[in-house]
């Protein structure tokens, strides 16, 4: 399995730009998540999905529009670019596992993140 | 509202000498708990969790957390420093609500090894 992969690796925007980050997982999970990470800030969930065709804001989702019509891809676009979107964007993913127990999933599992700068 | 704290933003040892990054979390259901590592230029790799199990929790790369519900904490640790365990380390419990396997993220805590 390659796991949660992300393109581009790095991006530079003019301000005012679009663009749509890719992320695909091939294990099968229905949970998705898009993070975007600042130095010092930790991690910011932007979007997330519980299976395809639902998907709900997490706490930054302004400037930011999500999709997911199938299980694999979750991309994100960025329209109307600005300075404040300079980050790293982190796409992961997790597993339903069991509702009880032990290995209860809740585990994400991330991608090597696209590094986004607006100018 | 739910919180993961990371004491201490940055933590500094010797190459050999014990590591400690410290966790403290809120969770008003029986807490998930999980380790990350980042390291330089790449995405966040699982390092250990507690699910509810044995309290003392073993990871990869020689890690170990231990969950002490007492103190709502869960502080990871590793008897000897390598130099390439100079990373950031986050800590994560799952959100107390909804069916949307949501984790809660500290800030991290930035661990450099010095040789």
């Known amino acids: 399995n390659a796991g949660v992969t992300q393109t581009p690796k790095f991006r530079i925007l003019k301000i005012g730009q679009s663009m749509t980050l890719q992320c695909t997982q091939d294990?099968?999970?229905?949970?998705m998540y898009w993070y975007r990470q600042d130095p010092g800030m930790g991690l910011k969930l932007i979007y997330y999905s519980v299976g395809a065709g639902i998907t709900d804001k997490g706490e930054v989702p302004n400037g930011y529009n999500v999709s997911r019509s199938t299980t694999e891809d979750f991309p994100l676009r960025l329209e109307l670019a600005a300075p404040s979107q300079t980050s790293v964007y982190f796409c992961a993913s997790s597993p339903p596992g069991r509702s009880t127990g032990q290995g209860s999933g809740y585990e994400q599992y991330f991608g090597p993140g696209t590094r986004l700068t607006v100018t | 509202a739910q919180s993961v704290t990371q004491l201490g933003s940055h933590v500094s040892v010797s190459e050999g000498a014990l590591v400690l990054l410290r966790c403290n979390y809120s969770s008003s259901v029986p807490p998930y708990l999980f380790w990350y590592v980042q390291y330089p230029n790449q995405g966040l790799q699982l390092l250990l969790k507690?699910?509810?199990?044995a309290t003392l929790v073993k990871g990869i790369n020689g890690f170990e957390a231990e969950f002490k519900k007492s103190e709502t904490s869960f502080h990871l640790t590793k008897p000897s420093a390598h130099m390439s365990d100079a990373a950031e380390y986050f800590c994560a419990v799952r959100a107390n609500a909804g069916n949307n396997r949501k984790l809660i993220w500290g800030l991290g805590t930035s661990l450099a090894v010095n040789p």
């Open positions: 507690y699910t509810s199990a």
């Open positions: 294990m099968n999970h229905n949970y």
